[in-house]
């Protein structure tokens, strides 16, 4: 299996809606629902760091994205990080190292544009996400509501 990491264009707005419903199914309290709001948040991530917003394709199939924002202004860290927005697999082709190299890919990304820390939100009942992320090096910085702050120096 050869994993290719590409940057997403507008062409994958459906792939990305398909497979997102996909990774979401059991933990929609933490997920867009409706097309229409799926797609607005593609288009948000698209206009947040198109150049963070990448795509896993296995023999030209997309199947997962991951969207880091260089950009981002945390007021938790008080500085520029590398906030990873969204990370997802499609279910049938979880747990083959895509999602990992998805998140170092963006991690590379962060570091790239002079960023020292990536941050994410992770949903407190996520719990395979949040092993996943502590794998990593995340560490949960607090929790807000349904919400937990992790972060890692990169």
């Not at 206009?47 to 997962?64: C, I, K, Q, S, T």
Request: with cysteine; proline share 1%; aromatic share 16%.
């Amino acid at each position: 299996m050869r994993i290719r990491i590409r940057n997403v264009t507008n062409d994958d707005l459906d792939d990305f809606v398909e497979i997102y419903r996909l990774a979401y199914r059991g933990l929609e309290e933490y997920a867009y629902t409706k097309t229409r709001d799926i797609k607005s948040y593609f288009r948000w991530l698209m206009n947040r760091d198109r150049d963070g917003f990448f795509v896993a394709e296995v023999d030209d199939r997309p199947v997962g994205f991951v969207a880091c924002d260089a950009n981002w202004f945390s007021f938790f860290e008080d500085e520029g990080v590398g906030e990873i927005h969204e990370i997802f697999v499609r279910p049938d082709w979880q747990g083959r190292g895509i999602g990992s190299a998805l998140l170092l890919k963006a991690l590379d990304y962060a570091r790239e544009r002079g960023r020292r820390i990536a941050g994410l939100w992770v949903g407190v009942g996520n719990v395979r996400a949040r092993r996943f992320y502590e794998k990593f090096g995340f560490e949960e910085r607090g929790r807000w509501g349904k919400w937990i702050r992790m972060v890692k120096r990169i």
